[in-house]
């Protein structure tokens, strides 16, 4: 069995030198000064999941009941990955290489932001002190105006009945990490905005919503702390 080699980037900060960092198979970060393999934001704010457990049964039992199939949920639900990890590819590759894909959702996400000034997609970034790691989607310029937006691909359905409301903790928590990554890092991408940017599965539409990044973050440290203490309990 091989084992996926380590990616990495050179990251640029704002005194002129890079910072090296790592990402493996499994989404653990590291860097040339602390090769601890560390967890992501996106395992971390994992622990931010509000009142969405209920709706999440009630979804699943409805997609068994539409097919008759006790493995419905399951394979909707992979499905869906697959279709956001499509999309990513799809920005991804738009804002290095410049390539417009048919899919309609990489055409709905192209109309909405697509005439922005990207400065990187894919970005890695890792907190020195609070030892943690993450990729944000992608950072653009809006005239003078540097843009955080992390790429949600969300179920047109859902969205019409329940819009961000489940999801927002959790994606708030997620952009604000990276944010406070980059600015702990001292990366050369200062103070930005961020957004959400929430594209229909289905293409039929786009959202983008701003980031409170001080309650992000503040959600980001109260999931960062469950996310230790789980840790602990189940080490010791």
């Given at each position: 069995?091989?084992?996926?080699?380590?990616?990495?980037?050179?990251?640029?900060?704002?005194?002129?030198?890079?910072?090296?960092?790592?990402?493996?198979?499994?989404?653990?970060?590291?860097?040339?000064?602390?090769?601890?393999?560390r967890?992501?934001?996106?395992?971390?704010?994992?622990?931010?999941?509000?009142?969405?457990?209920?709706?999440?049964?009630?979804?699943?039992?409805?997609e068994m009941?539409?097919?008759n199939?006790?493995?419905a949920?399951?394979?909707?639900?992979?499905?869906?990955?697959?279709?956001?990890?499509?999309?990513?590819?799809?920005?991804?590759?738009?804002?290095?290489?410049?390539?417009?894909?048919?899919?309609?959702?990489?055409?709905?996400?192209?109309?909405?932001?697509?005439?922005?000034?990207?400065?990187?997609?894919?970005?890695?970034?890792?907190?020195?002190?609070?030892?943690?790691?993450?990729?944000?989607?992608?950072?653009?310029?809006?005239?003078?105006?540097?843009?955080?937006?992390?790429?949600?691909?969300?179920?047109?359905?859902?969205?019409?009945?329940?819009?961000?409301?489940?999801?927002?903790?959790?994606?708030?928590?997620?952009?604000?990490?990276?944010?406070?990554?980059?600015?702990?890092?001292?990366?050369?991408?200062?103070?930005?905005?961020?957004?959400?940017?929430?594209?229909?599965?289905?293409?039929?539409?786009?959202?983008?919503?701003?980031?409170?990044?001080?309650?992000?973050?503040?959600?980001?440290?109260?999931?960062?702390?469950?996310?230790e203490?789980?840790?602990?309990?189940?080490?010791?």
């Amino acid at each position: 069995m091989t084992t996926k080699q380590a990616d990495h980037q050179d990251h640029p900060l704002a005194n002129g030198s890079t910072m090296r960092i790592y990402r493996n198979g499994n989404h653990k970060y590291w860097t040339d000064e602390d090769n601890t393999k560390r967890s992501s934001a996106s395992t971390i704010v994992s622990y931010v999941d509000g009142n969405s457990f209920d709706v999440a049964v009630g979804w699943a039992c409805n997609e068994m009941n539409k097919t008759n199939d006790p493995y419905a949920a399951k394979k909707s639900g992979e499905q869906s990955r697959l279709m956001g990890n499509q999309l990513h590819d799809e920005v991804d590759n738009y804002i290095k290489n410049g390539d417009i894909a048919e899919n309609p959702a990489f055409m709905a996400w192209y109309k909405a932001v697509g005439n922005l000034q990207f400065l990187a997609a894919e970005q890695f970034v890792y907190h020195p002190t609070l030892k943690y790691g993450g990729t944000l989607d992608q950072i653009a310029l809006d005239g003078d105006k540097i843009i955080v937006q992390d790429v949600k691909s969300v179920n047109p359905e859902s969205w019409a009945k329940y819009g961000s409301r489940l999801r927002k903790a959790k994606d708030w928590a997620q952009v604000s990490a990276y944010i406070t990554a980059l600015q702990g890092m001292g990366s050369i991408y200062k103070t930005p905005h961020a957004q959400i940017v929430y594209v229909m599965r289905d293409g039929s539409g786009v959202a983008i919503e701003d980031v409170d990044l001080d309650m992000g973050f503040h959600l980001f440290k109260a999931s960062m702390t469950l996310y230790e203490l789980h840790k602990e309990l189940n080490n010791g």
